[in-house]
């Protein structure tokens, strides 16, 4: 199994940073890609960026050129770098790690960090 904690939410004003981590734990080597998700009240979730094997990565259209995604191997961690932040931006951010375990797939997600980007 796999156990997934967000943190580093936080208010924020536009024009502004944040920094959000993703702490994971358990059957790490069944690993393949790591994604961030976010919700915001009334809209589905969206995919905000994901990292896979050799360090690729994947950006949603709104984030691109002001978020970055890292992965620090040696603490199985998941770094989401937010600049330029935008009112836009405010929601609920997820870390999402989908995996195989004893021959099924699973998909394991945080409890999510609040983001607000005031105006």
């Known amino acids: 199994q796999v156990q997934v904690v967000e943190s580093g939410g936080g208010l924020v004003q536009a024009g502004g940073s944040l920094r959000l981590s993703c702490l994971f734990s358990?059957?790490?080597?069944?690993?393949?890609?790591i994604g961030w998700y976010r919700q915001a009240p009334g809209k589905q979730r969206e995919l905000v960026a994901d990292i896979g094997s050799g360090d690729s990565r994947k950006y949603g259209d709104s984030v691109k050129e002001r978020f970055t995604i890292s992965r620090d191997y040696t603490k199985n961690m998941v770094h989401l770098q937010m600049d330029r932040l935008k009112p836009e931006d405010t929601a609920v951010y997820y870390c999402n790690i989908p995996y195989w375990h004893n021959g099924y797939y699973f998909d394991a997600w945080g409890q999510g960090t609040q983001v607000t980007v005031s105006s």
């Open positions: 358990g059957s790490t080597d069944s690993i393949n890609i």
